[in-house]
């Protein structure tokens, strides 16, 4: 018997020929936007600190998706490190045209008791690194003649959470950057927009969930305040990516997309039974 030897399906998705710089790709939603978007046939550096973790994800996608992937180790809050990973992302695929600024770190506590560090390590992952990436991809977005900037905010980004007042800042600060990077860069042929996700079942969402007595139950109390009633799969989230990541969105620049299942959509919300989303169908 002769065995088959398996081939990758070929590349003719949405984001066939693209490369993209994912931060923070080892988990979460930027694991989920590297896997889709090298399902869509893009070139993905999965960037980020757990290079392990990285090679792991790469070598899945390289086994299975039509694009291909890299992992680079990185720290986005140093910027020679950011210097280097998008070097290296050009270097090995020869261009680049999409920067997903996704990584992100929250310090759970009251503002009085936030040492000076604390507060710069918040800002320095959440928005000064996006500050680097931006100023050096720039000059290989500007050569694709179409640049794809998406950051990652948060329902953060539009209201106050209990106990976050460092993140909180950092995600309003992310829309105010999306939209001076969209004035100043429209003429370069770079749209800039933000994704602001809700609730999002990722690592850092159970982090926060595990210190509870029950982690499960702390969840439903959360979705409570959910119209759909549910919480988003990273999937979701990077299927909202991907929009901002090719001509899908022609024309959009300097906004931001909120996915939250309705969390925002009213000032109090308390779900009465179960909603339709709730159900497998
Ligand atoms: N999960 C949610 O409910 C939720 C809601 C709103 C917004 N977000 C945002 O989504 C983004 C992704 O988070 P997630 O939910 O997938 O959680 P996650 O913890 O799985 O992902 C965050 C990633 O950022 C990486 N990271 C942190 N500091 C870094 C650094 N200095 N250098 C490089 N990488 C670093 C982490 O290693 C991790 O891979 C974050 O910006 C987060 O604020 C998440």
């Excluded at 590297?34 to 757990?50: C, N, Q, T």
Aim: with cysteine; charged share 20%.
């Amino acid at each position: 018997m002769t065995t088959k030897k398996k081939t990758k399906p070929s590349g003719s998705g949405r984001l066939a020929g693209r490369v993209a710089w994912i931060s923070g790709a080892t988990s979460g939603i930027g694991e989920a936007a590297a896997e889709l978007f090298a399902r869509e046939g893009a070139k993905v550096a999965i960037v980020g600190r757990r290079r392990e973790l990285g090679q792991a994800i790469a070598r899945r996608i390289n086994r299975t998706a039509p694009g291909a992937a890299i992992a680079l180790a990185c720290d986005v809050s140093r910027e020679r490190d950011v210097k280097a990973s998008i070097a290296a992302t050009v270097k090995r695929f020869g261009r680049l045209d999409i920067l997903v600024n996704n990584a992100g770190m929250v310090e759970i506590g009251d503002l009085h008791t936030y040492t000076e560090a604390q507060w710069d390590r918040v800002m320095g992952v959440n928005v000064k690194s996006m500050f680097f990436a931006f100023k050096h991809a720039f000059p290989h977005l500007r050569k694709a003649k179409r640049g794809y900037v998406v950051n990652v905010g948060s329902i953060s980004s539009f209201v106050g959470q209990a106990r976050t007042p460092v993140y909180t800042t950092t995600k309003h600060a992310i829309l105010g950057l999306t939209r001076s990077i969209a004035l100043d860069y429209a003429a370069h042929g770079v749209r800039c927009n933000c994704v602001c996700p809700g609730i999002t079942e990722t690592p850092m969402l159970w982090e926060h969930l595990n210190v509870r007595p029950d982690p499960k139950a702390a969840l439903a109390e959360r979705l409570q305040r959910v119209p759909m009633g549910v919480s988003l799969s990273p999937l979701d989230v990077a299927k909202s990516i991907r929009y901002f990541s090719c001509e899908d969105s022609a024309g959009i620049t300097g906004t931001s997309l909120t996915i939250d299942c309705g969390y925002l959509t009213a000032a109090e919300w308390q779900c009465t039974g179960p909603t339709l989303f709730q159900e497998n169908v």
